[in-house]
């Protein structure tokens, strides 16, 4: 049997077309009519004014970061439970990434948590320079809370929707709930060209700037002028070609991904010892990857147990993030919380979701979980075993 990945490229006919049409058209470079159309069709699909494509989602939140004026110096409160690139972004601004625990009921920042952080930090005359919010697994955070509380005191507020590209709070597209938004097109990601990201936002002037940016800051001349340090983080023509074929199947892509974790989760939902990744009930989240947890008392074998039998059967699974506070780089950078997000990744694991993922997959994940050798169950014991103590 063939391995069964995490999160595969779901790529087929219409990206290949668009591709063959850049290349026979010789836009190879960055910059072209395909990276136009990606654009405006990904403004489309988001529901905001403006749009640039990037090499990747980490300048995105970079170039996302300095325009809203983050700067050397400054403190930015960042969800905890994230991938290192959101953090990171901060740093190459000379900032502090400062970190805020997860909630219960979404996995995402904890708005009572964020609401504490930035009133101490009112009185304290020491607000933060923005607050980045991840939209985790393909699922919103909770922005009819966490959007007043920036409001209030004027933060900025950044949305990290790398893994939530298909999903929805209250209605609204992920990415066009905070000042700005962030995509990634990762070749794990929903919607992939392989390596590239987005930046998008009503704000035209923070776009602009991004976009001169982008392009190392070139001055309109006929020879190459440069009045500040700018980047080399455009898209290319051939990658935009690829996400625009990937944007045309965006919906089938992410029903797949639904059906694959109501599949998961009609199989394991009476498994002593495994829960879902919660559904909370202001959004309509896309199931980029379905994530569970594993109570080793319960089901007998701890999440490592299970991942370590699943990539012997061929099966990748990985385990949920680490939380930035944990991380040995960022060791040191205060944490406001952090006991949610630490039973998240003690316990936490991914299994494959990619859209391609067939049932006849999913059912041999499913019965690799169940084949998990059990070393102890908790509903075993002994009546007489004596609890605490």
Not at 138 to 146: K, V
Not at 330 to 356: D, N, T
Request: charged share 20%; glycine share 8%.
């Amino acid at each position: 049997m063939s391995r069964i990945y995490l999160s595969p490229p779901d790529v087929g006919p219409v990206e290949r077309a668009l591709l063959l049409d850049a290349f026979d058209s010789n836009w190879i470079a960055p910059l072209g009519p395909h990276v136009d159309a990606f654009e405006a069709e990904l403004a489309q699909e988001v529901g905001v004014a403006h749009a640039l494509a990037l090499a990747s989602g980490t300048a995105a939140l970079h170039l996302a970061l300095g325009g809203l004026g983050v700067s050397s110096g400054d403190d930015v409160l960042v969800s905890t439970l994230t991938f290192v690139a959101t953090a990171n972004a901060v740093t190459y601004l000379g900032a502090r990434p400062a970190f805020v625990d997860s909630d219960e009921s979404s996995w995402n920042m904890d708005p009572v948590l964020l609401a504490d952080e930035l009133d101490v930090r009112a009185q304290q005359d020491r607000l933060p320079a923005a607050v980045v919010v991840v939209d985790l697994y393909g699922q919103c955070a909770d922005y009819a809370r966490l959007r007043p509380l920036c409001a209030r005191y004027g933060v900025p507020l950044v949305e990290d929707a790398a893994e939530a590209i298909g999903a929805s709070c209250e209605g609204a597209a992920a990415g066009s709930l905070g000042d700005v938004g962030v995509f990634s097109f990762n070749g794990n990601k929903a919607v992939t060209t392989s390596g590239g990201g987005m930046l998008v936002s009503d704000d035209e002037e923070l776009v602009r700037r991004a976009r001169h940016l982008s392009s190392q800051a070139r001055r309109p001349a006929h020879h190459y002028e440069h009045a500040e340090v700018g980047y080399n983080y455009r898209l290319s023509n051939l990658l935009a070609a690829v996400g625009r074929g990937q944007l045309q199947r965006l919906p089938q892509m992410v029903e797949r991904r639904r059906q694959i974790y109501q599949s998961y989760q009609e199989a394991l939902a009476d498994v002593a010892g495994v829960r879902f990744m919660p559904k909370a009930p202001f959004g309509n989240p896309t199931h980029w990857l379905t994530c569970i947890t594993i109570d080793p008392q319960e089901f007998g074998a701890t999440r490592e147990d299970i991942r370590s039998h699943l990539e012997a059967l061929d099966i990748e699974a990985r385990p949920t993030w680490k939380p930035m506070h944990l991380q040995p780089v960022y060791a040191q950078h205060p944490i406001c919380g952090g006991g949610v997000a630490e039973r998240i990744f003690a316990s936490g694991l991914c299994l494959p979701s990619g859209s391609s993922l067939t049932d006849a997959g999913v059912a041999r994940v499913v019965e690799g979980i169940l084949s998990c050798p059990r070393r102890f169950r908790w509903s075993d014991a002994p009546t007489s075993v004596t609890l605490g103590g």
